[in-house]
């Protein structure tokens, strides 16, 4: 069994900083790339970040651009996702995901954690 774990959701105001942490666990599986998504209330789930594991080449949202930071650290099987300049914009469920294969579904994802940003 593979488990996400996502941790370092909060509230805050806005232009504050939040690192979100995701760590695997479990059995060996095999990981193309992870990714994180977001969704706020009345809105569907969207792609925010994602990091190939290997390689580790980052794709951000045209929204998060120079504000959001995706990194991996491949020893601690944790990827993160460092917020800056938070909006209420930005306000959502934040899940990371992981998935086995480019252009394949993501296989495995985590409960999600809050990230409310106020104004």
């Known amino acids: 069994q593979v488990q996400l774990v996502e941790s370092g959701g909060g509230l805050v105001q806005t232009g504050a900083s939040l690192r979100l942490s995701c760590a695997a666990s479990?059995?060996?599986?095999?990981?193309?790339?992870m990714g994180w998504f977001r969704q706020a209330p009345g809105k569907e789930r969207g792609a925010v970040a994602t990091?190939?594991?290997?390689?580790?080449?980052?794709w951000y949202t045209d929204s998060v651009k120079g504000r959001f930071t995706i990194s991996r650290d491949n020893a601690k099987n944790t990827v993160y996702l460092q917020m800056t300049s938070l909006e209420p914009e930005d306000t959502a469920v934040y899940y990371c995901?992981?998935?086995?294969?480019?252009?394949?579904?993501?296989?495995?994802w985590g409960q999600g954690t809050q990230v409310t940003v106020s104004s």
């Open positions: 995901a992981s998935r086995s294969r480019a252009g394949g579904a993501y296989d495995y």
């Open positions: 479990g059995r060996t599986f095999s990981r193309y790339s």
């Open positions: 990091i190939t594991w290997s390689v580790g080449t980052t």
